[in-house]
């Protein structure tokens, strides 16, 4: 885990903060300064493949998954971004190999 996820009183996100930052920070520190307004989230409908995009693209160890009306679900980890990225690339070689028909 490296980072927290900070939620309102109707379980929606607001924010996130990594764990180095909140180790860091003096005791009076308040979690809504060092945390990051409106992270990038996906949604649970999302397509694997963009998911695991979107956390490479935006350097993320995980996504925040949150429901249409902003309501936290849970995180796409990273254990499971990998698994999806090695999938992927599998296919893709499998593909451009001639040895997979996808049907």
């Keep these: 885990v490296e980072s927290v996820y900070v939620l309102d009183d109707q379980r929606r996100l607001v924010g996130a903060a990594r764990l180095a930052q909140l180790f860091a920070a003096p005791r009076e520190a308040q979690v809504h300064a060092l945390m990051r307004a409106e992270p990038p989230v996906v949604r649970p ?24 009306d902003g309501g936290f679900l849970g995180v796409f980890p990273a ?23 996808h049907s």
């Design 79 to 101: 254990p499971a971004i990998m698994r999806v990225l090695r999938q992927e690339h599998l296919e893709d070689l499998h593909h451009m190999a001639g040895i997979w028909h």
């Design 45 to 68: 409908d999302l397509d694997r493949e963009e998911a695991a995009s979107l956390a490479i693209r935006r350097e993320l160890a995980a996504v925040p998954v949150v429901a249409a």
